[in-house]
């Protein structure tokens, strides 16, 4: 008996450890993928999330604020979690720190393609589950999605692009991107938003 005990003693407390450590990866990672962190931490991300409470997706079908982590965090806590957690992560905060950015002069243009080849598909599939649908999921999609999802899917020749590919503006709305007549709407809450301050 007493042989046994020492034998698994260290075994429990290797695991107990294991799981503390895992529960602290676990709790960072979350509180650094929040909301208020992205924004108000790194006070250069100011911009993109004042943009986002005037997009088509300030809140979710229930009302609910959809947060960064939404989109730009793989859902799951698998490998690809954590590759593009601790990529963007550790860019953000050498960025953050060696450049110190102004949110007034930072240079978007080059950060748009990298996002949208980050931001993965099955953050938007999440919500929009039924490609043959609206963004409510009510009424069928127009003959041109109906077309570019085909091609998605594979059914009539095979699009190069994934989802952020295609759907560019949905969330932030950089003024050189404002006078693109696809974003007419969404440039023009921000500017009603700006001619009331
Ligand atoms: C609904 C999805 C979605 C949400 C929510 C979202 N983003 Fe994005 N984000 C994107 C996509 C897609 C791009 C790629 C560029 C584009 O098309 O706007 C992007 C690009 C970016 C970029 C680089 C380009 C730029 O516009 O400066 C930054 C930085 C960024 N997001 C930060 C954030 C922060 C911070 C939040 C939360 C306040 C957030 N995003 C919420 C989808 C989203
Ligand atoms: C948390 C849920 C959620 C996520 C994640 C999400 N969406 Fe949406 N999306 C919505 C909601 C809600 C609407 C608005 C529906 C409405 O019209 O009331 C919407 C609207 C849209 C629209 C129509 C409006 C527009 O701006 O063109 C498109 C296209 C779209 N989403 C694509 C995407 C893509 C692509 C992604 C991934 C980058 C994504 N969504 C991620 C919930 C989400
Ligand atoms: C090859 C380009 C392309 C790709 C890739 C693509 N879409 Fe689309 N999508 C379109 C086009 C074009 C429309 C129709 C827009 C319109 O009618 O104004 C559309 C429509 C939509 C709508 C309905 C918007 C509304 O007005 O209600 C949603 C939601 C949507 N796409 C989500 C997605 C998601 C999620 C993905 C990835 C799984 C994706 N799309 C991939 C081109 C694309």
Not at 38 to 60: I, K, N, V, W
């Amino acid at each position: 008996m007493g042989e046994h005990k020492s034998k698994i003693r260290p075994a429990a407390l290797g695991a107990a450890v294991l799981a503390a450590l895992l529960a602290f990866a676990g709790y960072t990672l979350r509180a650094s993928s929040s909301m208020e962190f992205c924004s108000a931490t790194c006070h250069e991300m100011g911009p993109q999330a004042e943009e986002l409470r005037y997009s088509s997706h300030a809140l979710d079908a229930q009302g609910k604020p959809i947060s960064c982590a939404q989109c730009h965090i793989p859902p799951g806590f698998g490998p690809r979690y954590l590759a593009v957690k601790a990529y963007s992560g550790i860019k953000d905060l050498v960025v953050h720190l060696v450049q110190s950015p102004d949110p007034a002069t930072m240079r978007r243009a080059p950060l748009q393609p990298v996002a949208r080849r980050f931001v993965d598909d099955a953050n938007c599939l999440a919500c929009h589950a039924d490609l043959y649908k609206d963004a409510k999921g009510e009424k069928t999609v127009s003959d041109l999605g109906r077309l570019a999802h085909d091609a998605y899917l594979g059914k009539n020749g095979q699009a190069k692009s994934n989802c952020a590919g295609c759907h560019i503006n949905i969330a932030h709305l950089p003024a050189f991107d404002r006078r693109l007549l696809v974003n007419q709407a969404f440039a023009g809450r921000i500017s009603l938003k700006e001619a009331r301050r």
